[in-house]
């Protein structure tokens, strides 16, 4: 017997204090960095956007993924490509996961 399962996650992440440090003009490498974190972990990005200030996420997760250690490994790693590639001057100290839904 096999199951089918599919959550369907809607994640928020924004800069601290919600300071507009996310350059328009780099978004776009933004967002393609953390759409290789997400395929890496072989699930699925429905669709990646935001604004100066925060940033949305809607995806799918593999059951065997636990949520929180997918928003952390996102948090992590993108954070610390931030700061290498240092294509936002202005970013502040940390992201920060701004909260989310889950849809079954």
Same mark, same amino acid.
């Given at each position: 017997m !096999? /199951? *089918? /399962?599919?959550?369907?996650y809607h994640i928020i992440f924004s800069t601290m204090n919600r300071k507009c440090s996310l350059l328009e003009k780099r978004q776009e490498d933004l #967002?393609? *960095?953390?759409?290789?974190?997400i395929r890496?972990?072989?699930c699925h990005l429905y669709r990646?956007?935001?604004? $100066?200030?925060?940033i949305h996420i809607a995806t799918d997760i593999r059951p065997?993924?636990?949520?929180?250690? #997918?928003v952390k490994d996102i948090k992590v790693? !993108?954070?610390?490509?931030?700061?290498?590639?240092k294509i936002f001057p202005y970013f502040p100290a940390r992201l920060c996961?701004?909260?989310? $839904?889950?849809?079954?």
């Open positions: !096999s /199951t *089918y /399962t599919q959550l369907l #967002f393609k *960095y953390i759409w290789g974190i890496n972990k072989k990646i956007n935001g604004m $100066e200030d925060h065997a993924i636990a949520l929180s250690d #997918f790693a !993108s954070h610390d490509w931030i700061k290498r590639e996961h701004s909260g989310g $839904e889950a849809w079954q």
